[in-house]
């Protein structure tokens, strides 16, 4: 039987249960902690103690709103007016401000629906909304399912800046290194970055690769790249999969190429803890740096009232 009930991580947090399966989800940023597919044990590399979550240190399955990625060194003109938002020790504005809101539970049953609100502020701007729903399920030959559904609704009284991901971060049953795992990326383009990681100016960002990009065994390979032009499946979604070849087990995220038409790889070089124990997946709605781009800051544009929505799901199987 499924169910939702309340749990503590340093503050309020809530257990989903469901066919073998739990998944824990803190207040703070709606972060989800942990998620154990009916394997004894998480799959989700999440933050260990309610500091860590504090410190956001590796966005952890961190929800990314209002932007996902990188703001070159925090700053962007926006309707005429320059802009400057905080940044990270590298000197650029990373991954939004949701992380920083305490959510509020809105609806539990077979779901659980958090809510929170941003006024606007020195950090950000804009004020908006943001509404989150996590749901554990069962698909084909018992496969387990977790989906979060991310939507935000501008709530200022002009066009604002709306960008959305989530940083999942996953390992295989037993951990260990990334080493013998294997990758799947349905792209047909690379965005090309600085040093730094943020996109090179217009065209030049964009790369065509060869579909889809695999690699048998990542190796001592570092990957912090962002991919689009992503091929959808015979069921019109996007499915980059990790598989682990010594006990045939997958992990796949699967995303709407419509609401998000780029995924992120990381593969956790420079964690504080487990370094390339994890890999990042990450779904996002716009391209790194999109409030500086020409190519995308008109899209990311979105009025007042109106909300942006995105759906991700993990699958074990």
């Known amino acids: 039987m499924d169910s939702v009930s309340e749990a503590n991580f340093g503050g309020r947090a809530w257990r ?125 030959g018992g496969s387990h399912r977790l989906s979060v559904d991310i939507s935000v609704t501008n709530l200022s009284p002009e066009k604002a800046p709306v960008g959305i991901g989530w940083h999942s971060l996953l390992t295989f049953p037993g951990g260990g290194r990334i080493t013998d795992v294997g990758l799947t990326i349905p792209a047909r383009k690379r965005i090309l970055t600085s040093q730094e990681l943020i996109p090179l100016p217009g065209e030049s960002a964009y790369a065509g690769i060869h579909a889809p990009v695999v690699r048998d065994r990542i190796g001592s390979e570092e990957i912090d790249a962002a991919y689009l032009g992503l091929v959808p499946n015979d069921e019109g979604v996007v499915k980059t999969s990790l598989s682990n070849p010594l006990t045939g087990k997958t992990i796949s995220l699967i995303q709407e190429p419509a609401e998000a038409p780029v995924i992120v790889v990381w593969t956790g070089d420079g964690l504080d803890r487990g370094a390339r124990e994890a890999i990042a997946l990450e779904p996002y709605s716009h391209v790194p740096d999109a409030v500086n781009r020409a190519d995308a800051s008109a899209s990311i544009g979105l009025p007042p009232g109106a909300a942006r929505s995105m759906t991700a799901t993990l699958v074990y199987s």
Not at 26 to 44: N, Q
Not at 66 to 80: C, D, K, M, V, Y
Not at 96 to 108: I, M, T, W
């Open 16 to 140: 989903l249960e469901y066919a073998g399966a739990t998944a824990l989800v803190a207040a703070r940023g709606a972060t989800l902690i942990s998620w154990d597919p009916g394997v004894g044990e998480s799959i989700v590399a999440g933050y260990e103690t309610p500091e860590e979550l504090a410190s956001g240190k590796g966005s952890r399955s961190r929800i990314l709103a209002p932007f996902a990625g990188r703001i070159n060194r925090g700053t962007f003109s926006w309707n005429g007016r320059s802009i400057s938002v905080p940044v990270a020790s590298d000197g650029h504005a990373r991954h939004g401000v949701a992380s920083r809101l305490d959510f509020e539970s809105v609806s539990r049953g077979s779901t659980l629906q958090l809510r929170a609100e941003h006024e606007a502020d020195d950090d950000w701007p804009w004020s908006f909304a943001i509404d989150v729903i996590y749901a554990l399920g069962v698909g084909e």
